[in-house]
């Protein structure tokens, strides 16, 4: 149909060459085909003959978008609106591109501008809420879709509700909605990785629910036919290791990784390759490409492309360190371009792919019982913990707890507060209460609303707590976080999804931390880090447990300052922090798993 399209156009262009029109219908199949060049020519002939064609350079700016090319397709969405300015879909394609460049304020006020001059454009609402979501304005995202969907119950509009819901700790709510979704057979990939990475926030998850997803989601992945020679030796002898994501960037999985990566690379028997995921580049992104000897932007690649240039570089070991979050491309791993393949550190559950060799996990994160029932992944243990911490040198430790200080016990928790759910409020609620001096600090990047604020406040007051007690704060740069732990006396980790970076965190800044063990990988990381930390006793055994430890350790000022000289003496030699030996103990791992697998693949 397409090509019939083609060749129709074309023939008329032979009888109307100055037809624009024509030139703009032809680059809208070609774009229809992926053809980037043809369509983008047809539509710079279709405005060489009228300028002043506003729903030309629209086009454009979809193709760029549709491209990954944000900042091009920003500047002809202007130039269309600058023609036109009551061209309602220019100001709702324009909204997006400012999106996905995260320039979300803009992106709200270019959306709210669309509304005026269009109000029944249904994509406009939508739109609104997710960047008003990224923004933190959560709760004016879900007071629109709410209003929305009395009239318009689209996938679109349910996700998007769904998100914001898990995104306030109401995970329940938002997974109960992706599953109406999915009961409709309305969703995409995009709506399975959002439901499968949100159950691992449900206290008991049922994992031949989660199986069941996961292999429901690859019905949506396309198997290419290659030539599945797989070699695990090339011709200079050095074992070429690949790692996909998008965090090679100020993010949690690039504050753990990016020393491991740099030790790695130092390794003569190692070449390493980076396949990032992304188009940000920060502080953090600049040394990463500095630790990779080749470094491959595949955002803007189709899964085909990716998989193409795995196998042209040879890669023998691929690591996946994304799992169901945001950027990753599982698609890839389950066409199995490389022999071996490993998930690590930036998804502590089961990918559900069987085409994922190994998942890196350690002694104390899960039990052989355990690893049967959650993973489909043979589970690769290393001798300490599953990863570790980047060192950060340009914060300075308080050596005083601050209770010596302040007189009373100051707790905190700086995770997300999709981590947050009713039964944490309830606990650290109870622990106020029961501690009537005592105060707690939440600090995370959807604080920084004041609609968010008073919503967490509310529940915190309705469980026990003063307000008084209470220190909400949104989000700063990474080092005035980290200094803000100076300010903590006992750190209250959340469940069933701990703490990961958080808790790396808190222990760099010699801040105890308070766990409670559970049955998962997810739900045993605090516990993990504690054994490392040589703090067994600060992981609970249940909810009751929790409370009681929390109240126990702060009537013993005396007691905490101790603990807190212990992790201060011992920060130096922790395991928790050692990069280099994590990644000796790595790069062993990748050679012991070539030498078991040489014969079977």
């Given amino acids: 149909m397409m090509e019939e399209a083609i060749s129709s156009f074309k023939e008329c262009l032979n009888y109307q060459i100055n037809d624009f029109e024509t030139y703009n219908n032809l680059g809208l199949v070609y774009h229809k085909l992926n053809k980037f060049d043809d369509a983008l020519s047809n539509f710079n002939k279709c405005l060489d003959i009228n300028p002043n064609y506003f729903q030309g350079y629209n086009n454009i700016g979809v193709l760029y978008l549709d491209n990954n090319k944000f900042d091009e397709a920003i500047i002809f969405f202007n130039k269309c609106i600058k023609i036109k300015i009551d061209f309602v879909e220019a100001y709702n394609n324009l909204g997006m591109a400012l999106h996905k460049k995260k ?20 994509n406009l609402y939508t739109n609104l809420a997710n960047s008003l979501k990224y923004a933190g304005k959560i709760f004016e995202a879900i007071n629109i879709l709410k209003k929305e969907i009395q009239h318009n119950e689209s996938s679109e509009v349910l996700e998007t509700l769904a998100g914001c819901y898990c995104s306030i700790g109401e995970v329940e709510e938002g997974i109960n909605i992706y599953r109406k979704i999915l009961d409709k057979n309305q969703g995409n990939v995009s709506t399975y990785e959002s439901y499968i990475f949100h159950l691992n926030y449900l206290e008991k ?25 797989k070699t695990l030796t090339n011709n200079n002898k050095n074992i070429k290791i690949g790692f996909v994501s998008g965090d090679f960037r100020n993010h949690a999985v690039g504050y753990q990784i990016l020393e491991v990566i740099k030790y790695l690379s130092k390794d003569p028997q190692l070449e390493l390759y980076a396949y990032y995921n992304d188009l940000e580049e920060d502080d953090l992104n600049k040394k990463f490409k500095a630790n990779f000897k080749y470094w491959r932007e595949i955002k803007n690649l189709n899964t085909l492309s990716v998989i193409k240039q795995i196998k042209s570089d040879q890669i023998q070991i691929l690591i996946d360190l994304s799992g169901y979050t945001g950027g990753n491309r599982l698609e890839v791993f389950f066409n199995k371009p490389a022999p071996i393949q490993i998930s690590w550190a930036g998804y502590l559950a089961s990918t559900g792919l069987k085409e994922i060799d190994y998942i890196i996990a350690d002694p104390y994160t899960l039990n052989l019982e355990q690893a049967k029932e959650q993973f489909v992944e043979k589970i690769w ?51 106020l209460f029961e501690s009537k001096d005592s105060k707690l600090i939440l600090k995370t990047f959807q604080l920084n609303d004041v609609m968010f604020k008073e919503h967490f406040e509310k529940l915190f007051i309705e469980n026990g707590a003063k307000k008084e007690q209470l220190i909400f704060e949104g989000d700063t740069n990474r080092a005035e976080l980290l200094n803000k732990y100076n300010s903590v006396d006992i750190a209250l980790d959340t469940f069933p999804y701990n703490g990961g970076t958080t808790s790396l965190e808190a222990a760099w800044m010699c801040v105890p931390i308070l766990t409670k063990t559970g049955n998962s990988f997810l739900s045993k990381c605090g516990e993990s880090v504690n054994i490392n930390l040589g703090l067994p006793d600060w992981t609970s055994k249940d909810n009751d447990d929790y409370v009681f430890r929390a109240i126990t350790f702060s009537k013993n000022i005396n007691k905490l300052q101790q603990t807190k000289d212990y992790l201060i003496k011992n920060r130096s030699q922790s395991k928790l922090f050692d990069s280099k030996e994590f990644a000796d103990q790595l790069s062993n791992s990748f050679r012991k798993m070539i030498d078991l697998n040489k014969f079977n693949i």
Avoid at 209 to 214: G, H, I, P, Q
């Fill in 205 to 229: 998850l049922n994992f031949k629910e989660y199986f069941v997803v996961t292999n429901k989601i690859k019905e949506f992945f396309k198997k290419y036919n290659f030539n599945n020679k």
């Fill in 103 to 122: 320039k979300y304020l803009q992106a709200i006020s270019i959306l709210q501008k669309g509304i005026q001059i269009d109000p029944k454009l249904k």
């Fill in 381 to 431: 243990k290393s001798k300490d913990i599953w990863s570790v911490l980047t060192p950060v040198d340009n914060v300075v430790v308080n050596k005083i707890t601050p209770a010596l200080k302040n007189g009373y016990i100051t707790f905190g928790s700086f995770n997300n507060i999709k981590k947050i759910n009713k039964n944490i409020v309830k606990l650290w609620s109870r622990i």
